[in-house]
């Protein structure tokens, strides 16, 4: 067992599985969708890419492609929420919330393409 | 497994090094972040506020890079405080340690080294002008880009050493010469210096080390087969392999050194011609230099000193040779040998007082011109021929007032780029060499009446539709033109240009010396495309050498002594200086002249010289 490995297989299905928490649920109600949950995805996002640096394979290529996408994808939604918030605090509006949702499951498609690569990657190495 | 770059395996190496500088920032972020999103603030209204996530990033950016706005939005509690100060001192630190690893990334030689690379190729690639690739940039390396300059003619330089490349960044060429360090016998450098590209002209090996010239050429005649290749060599052994590939040419600093000194000595007409044309200092046309018959005195018998005596020796002039350590098998039975230094005593053991000259060639400039000195005192009358061989003391050279000084590095770079610009002139000289001394009179009267005794301006034109539409469309109609047509002035008409055809070139023949008025025969000039039925190779246009004053030269004279090669420069060409309106040859190919159909075959001729660039090619 790697310990660089393990690191590396720890963020990108965190990253995943932050993802989805923050997803799940009604697309237009706000209490399903925590803006913790948000932030901490982005981190883990922003940890997996620069684990994925500097690969010089055709799999790392597309690994920190997909890594790219969904970090653009969750900061854009994040930057929506940002904007959205009422100035009084509280989450944002229906509307506005369906918005974020949407774009943070165009980053999900990104993270599971990621992280097929990654089991697919680990499956055929094994042999 | 795909070929990558240097720049690629570098960038990589780079991606990976900033990786733990970004996690640094990142992990100080997001717990700087977070803590104070935690940190419970104010009371109002009997509930503790906490500032949101998106408030706590605003203020650690602010904090971390020391922008330090104050306690925004709020005002902080003291557990709020606590943390801005935990948040300064990581964030400030953080930001420290990443700016550091950047910019010592920035500075690491092999970071630099790939991005000076690859700047390299992307300049050569760009490049849409024809070149030649230098390999080596020493003395001779450096005359010959002086000369390409003058010529309006690229270079792309490769060296070894990075001083050299140092010293190119400061000169003042008129063209862009780019030029890097590296090792111009591995292949990938070859490549990125253009082996391959389509403009590209010719490659020179000039490299003081024989094994490597010969493996540049090598290499360059396998990346790319029809690339013309000169190459310098002083080993009998790397001759003959080198010879034995076509399209290299091989060059011999001391064959030609030992040349221009058997010329000077037994064909000075020659000499005189040969250094008018190259442009040498202080040469008059028709005014050789007056050398007296007998044996010579040879000091220094080295690898010059051998081409040297073998030379004389083959056209029966007697060499005495003074040198501390010849070997006297080698220097053959009946020669006198004097086994010393270069001095007085053994000046006068080789019989000074009788001697026609002394050719002063060891490879030491300050044995050279102590042999001058001694010479002057013990027979004042006696010929000094001295080898110059570092730059650093042209000015000692300069005083010593030796009857011909010869640097071989110069005459090795004159050879090279009159191979370059001109390589009919030097055909022309190596035919006249074979002739009588009768034949070169009577050409350099000619000369001197055609154009006086002015430094040239030599060029060549080539009557393809390329670059002589009018022409070529007048031949393709049938119509014949002499040579005597093409030197008409098409502003003075009927008048004759100031110019000389030297020697014409068509389909792989040479005519020397065409007789520019004859009606008919060779030098006349038909146009013919290609006969199946013949199975002729096609011929490619015509190559006409011609030498003639350069009005320019004589207006920019006196402007300084520069290290020049001294062929006469392009700028300023005739067409420009006959006629204003006239495009001149820099400007040609901006295009709008090929659609003004000229009426007389001459004015393409006026309008269309090309001098300084490299015809050679399709011609050959």
């Not at chain 2, 002394?358 to 490879?363: E, Y």
């Amino acid at each position: 067992m790697n310990l660089e490995r393990v690191v590396f297989g720890f963020f990108i299905v965190l990253t995943l599985s932050l993802n989805v928490a923050f997803v799940a649920g009604s697309i237009e109600m706000a209490s399903y969708h925590n803006i913790w949950i948000l932030t901490f995805a982005i981190i883990a996002n922003l940890v997996a890419i620069g684990l994925k640096l500097g690969d010089r394979s055709q799999t790392g290529a597309l690994l920190l492609a997909s890594g790219l996408v969904a970090g653009l994808l969750l900061i854009a939604a994040r930057i929506v929420w940002i904007v959205a918030e009422p100035a009084v605090g509280g989450a944002p509006g229906p509307d506005d919330m369906a918005d974020i949702v949407s774009i943070a499951r165009g980053a999900l498609v990104a993270n599971i393409i990621a992280t097929v690569i990654l089991v697919g990657d680990t499956l055929l190495s094994r042999r | 497994m795909t070929q990558t770059s240097d720049l690629d395996r570098v960038s990589m190496i780079v991606l990976r090094y900033m990786r733990r500088p970004l996690f640094a920032l990142l992990f100080v972020y997001s717990v700087g972040i977070v803590g104070m999103a935690l940190m419970p603030g104010h009371v109002v209204d009997g509930e503790t506020t906490r500032m949101n996530l998106f408030h706590a990033f605003y203020f650690f950016t602010y904090t971390a890079t020391t922008t330090g706005f104050g306690e925004l939005p709020n005002g902080f509690s003291d557990e709020q405080r606590l943390w801005t100060i935990f948040c300064l001192y990581t964030g400030v630190f953080a930001w420290f340690y990443a700016i550091g690893s950047l910019i010592g990334l920035v500075q690491n030689p092999h970071f630099i080294q790939a991005m000076d690379g690859f700047r390299f190729a992307q300049k050569v690639e760009r490049n849409k002008e024809p070149f030649v690739i230098l390999c080596g940039f020493g003395d001779t390396g450096s005359l010959l880009a002086r000369g390409l300059s003058d010529h309006r003619m690229r270079a792309v330089i490769l060296d070894a050493d990075e001083e050299r490349i140092k010293a190119l960044g400061v000169r003042d060429y008129t063209v862009a010469m780019p030029g890097i360090r590296a090792d111009a016998g591995a292949p990938k450098h070859l490549l990125a210096a253009g082996v391959k590209h389509p403009a590209c002209l010719a490659l020179i090996a000039l490299t003081n080390d024989d094994d490597v010239n010969l493996k540049i050429a090598v290499m360059a005649r396998h990346l790319n087969p029809r690339l013309r290749v000169i190459c310098r060599s002083t080993s009998a052994r790397h001759e003959a392999n080198l010879r034995a590939l076509d399209n290299v040419t091989v060059v011999d600093p001391f064959e030609i050194f030992a040349q221009l000194v058997y010329w000077a000595i037994t064909r000075p007409e020659l000499h005189n011609l040969n250094a008018w044309f190259v442009g040498a200092r202080g040469t008059q046309l028709g005014v050789p230099v007056q050398v007296p018959r007998g044996d010579w005195i040879l000091c220094g018998y080295g690898r010059m000193g051998h081409w040297i005596q073998g030379c004389l020796r083959a056209h029966g002039i007697g060499v005495r040779i003074i040198d501390p350590d010849v070997d006297a098998d080698e220097a053959g039975e009946s020669t006198i040998i004097v086994e010393a230094h270069a001095d007085h005593s053994a000046l006068l053991a080789a019989g000074i007082e009788d001697a026609a000259g002394v050719i002063a060639a060891t490879d030491r400039d300050s044995d050279n011109l102590s042999t001058l000195l001694s010479v002057t005192d013990l027979n004042p009358d006696a010929f000094r021929i001295v080898r110059h061989n570092s730059h650093e003391n042209q000015v000692a050279f300069d005083a010593a007032r030796a009857d011909l000084v010869l640097q071989h590095s110069l005459t090795t770079a004159r050879r090279i780029l009159k191979l370059l610009i001109s390589p009919l002139v030097q055909e022309l000289i190596d035919w006249l060499a074979e002739r009588e001394p009768a034949q070169t009179q009577a050409l350099v009267a000619r000369l001197k009446m055609a154009v006086g005794a002015e430094p040239p301006h030599l060029w060549s034109v080539r009557l393809v539709p390329d670059e002589a539409p009018a022409v070529a469309e007048y031949l393709n109609a049938g119509g014949e033109v002499a040579l005597g047509t093409l030197c008409q002035d098409a502003d003075a008409f009927p008048e004759s240009l100031p110019c000389e055809a030297l020697a014409i070139r068509r389909a792989g023949q040479s005519i020397m010396l065409p007789d520019r008025f004859q009606a008919s025969g060779e030098a006349r000039i038909r146009w013919r495309l290609y006969d199946d039925a013949q199975q002729e190779p096609p011929p490619r246009g015509w190559m006409v050498s011609l030498a003639r004053v350069d009005a320019s030269r004589r207006s920019s004279r006196g402007r300084g002594r520069r290290r020049s090669l001294g062929m006469a420069s392009p700028v300023g060409g005739w067409a420009c200086g006959a006629d204003a309106s006239f495009p001149g040859p820099r400007n040609r190919r901006s295009g709008g002249i090929r659609t003004r159909r000229l009426h007389h075959p001459a004015q393409s001729l006026c309008r269309w010289p090309r001098p300084g660039s490299g015809h050679w090619r399709e011609v050959s």
